[in-house]
């Protein structure tokens, strides 16, 4: 019996069905491809049981370029997460991966279902604990200054400055709690209509991950730069449903990933490129 190689086989047919068809373990995983990534280590390594038969189903708050390259679900085939989340589902013995785009409140206050975990550069924090479950940590973050290219915010004036937050955002806690302007900090409801409000003029700065900045500063054609970013001693995890019954299994493979370099290549293949710069070039400040 012939089957066509690529990711059409890999959608078309379940793991039990292939399997039944004849088709051996090893040949199922080798004909098995998530875009345009290249996975690594051992397929079905630590299986799951998924929300969903036959895929693991991740969810995300788009865009986030660097981490998710494509602006839907439909036309992600690349990025960090993106293909950190291919490596999970090769591990787990899972052919396809589903991607799905939600909003961020909602998302980190545990109110979205059938999914297997969300990767979206989540900061772990207590609050957010007690709604989901993280994984081990695997990236660290810290925040970072987004201004219009020619502003004059620095580390000693920009408590004075219009700023602009996240809502529902470390950066937005951050700001609010341990920066505290003089002037009403205006809180978006995404990434998207924060850095849109900056680029118009209608706040002086946008705080958010560093990584987060870097990547807009790389596809902003030169008009917003990095100038500075604080130390808030962050990390991002995977958020998973409260009580999963993965999560051994899901940690296990992404302490895996951390272990091999596979995560490590990662970020030299996606977000260096996404970046344009590194976040060692970007001055770190201080709270005056």
């Known amino acids: 019996m012939m089957y066509r190689k690529g990711r059409g086989f890999a959608l078309g047919m379940g793991i ?17 491809h998530y ?10 390594s630590h299986p ?10 991740v969810e995300v708050n788009l865009p986030a370029p660097g981490w998710w390259n494509g602006n839907s679900p439909d036309t992600i085939k690349s990025g960090y997460e993106y293909c950190m989340a291919a490596n999970i589902a090769y591990r787990a013995g899972l052919p396809k991966v589903k991607v799905k785009n939600v909003g961020w409140d ?3 206050a545990g109110q979205t279902k059938n999914f297997d975990l969300a990767l979206s550069e989540i900061s772990i924090t207590p609050k957010r604990a007690k709604v989901v479950d993280f994984s081990v940590p695997y990236f660290e973050s810290t925040m970072g200054v987004l201004v219009r290219k020619g502003s004059n915010v620095t580390e000693q004036n920009i408590r004075n400055q219009v700023i602009g937050v996240q809502g529902g955002s470390t950066g937005a806690s951050f ?3 341990k920066l505290k302007p003089t002037k009403q900090v205006r809180v978006f409801s995404g990434e998207a209509a924060q850095f849109t409000s900056l680029a118009a003029h209608q706040v002086d ?5 560093t990584s987060i900045v870097l990547a807009q500063q790389g596809k902003s054609h030169g008009m917003l730069k990095v100038v500075g970013q604080y130390n808030t001693g962050e990390t991002y995890g995977a958020l998973y449903p409260k009580g999963s019954k993965n999560e051994k299994a899901l940690n296990a493979i992404i302490e895996s990933l951390i272990k091999d370099g596979t995560l490590k290549k990662l970020a030299n293949t996606y977000l260096a490129a996404a970046w344009g710069a590194s976040p060692t070039s970007v001055p770190m400040w201080k709270l005056k």
């Open 35 to 44: 875009g345009d990534c290249k996975v690594t280590g051992k397929w079905a």
């Open 16 to 32: 039990a069905a292939a399997l039944a068809a004849g088709v051996s373990q090893t040949a199922f995983a080798a004909n098995t």
């Open 106 to 108: 909602g998302l980190v």
């Open 205 to 209: 700065v946008a705080v958010n991950d």
């Open 48 to 57: 799951i049981k998924p929300a969903i038969p036959g895929q693991l189903t």
């Open 175 to 177: 700001v609010q709690n």
